[in-house]
């Protein structure tokens, strides 16, 4: 159960900022600070997820998952909502990182 639950904490927190990061692109893409406000809420709203995540693990495996998890997200969202390039390596990271999450959990 803890295992389930520090799963879900993380993945919370990376939702949170993963949108807190689409917040910060917007606010520089439209020149609004409202949007980078925002960004800040969310990601002061997933850094307590995360902290809370720490009851049921580890502190290094728990910043390596969601970093991992975090970097994977934003790259995806930057690739389909703001076109952003991915190139043979960039995809091969992304493949390396889920990789490296899953055996963190083995």
């Known amino acids: 159960?803890?295992?389930?639950?520090?799963?879900?904490?993380?993945f919370s927190a990376v939702i949170f900022e993963t949108i807190a990061d689409v917040f910060f692109k917007f606010s520089h893409i439209q020149s609004k600070p409202i949007?980078?406000?925002?960004?800040?809420?969310?990601?002061?709203?997933?850094?307590?997820?995360?902290?809370?995540s720490l009851k049921y693990d580890y502190l290094s495996k728990a910043i390596s998952i969601f970093t991992i998890?975090?970097?994977?997200?934003?790259?995806?969202?930057?690739?389909?909502?703001f076109h952003e390039d991915l190139s043979l390596?960039?995809?091969?990271?992304?493949?390396?990182?889920v990789l490296s999450v899953i055996l963190m959990q083995i």
């Open 69 to 81: 998890l975090n970097l994977v997200a934003v790259i995806f969202v930057g690739f389909l909502f």
């Open 1 to 10: 159960m803890d295992k389930l639950l520090f799963l879900l904490l993380i």
């Open 89 to 97: 390596i960039n995809k091969l990271g992304i493949g390396l990182g």
């Open 35 to 52: 949007w980078l406000w925002f960004g800040v809420g969310l990601y002061t709203v997933g850094t307590i997820i995360w902290a809370f």
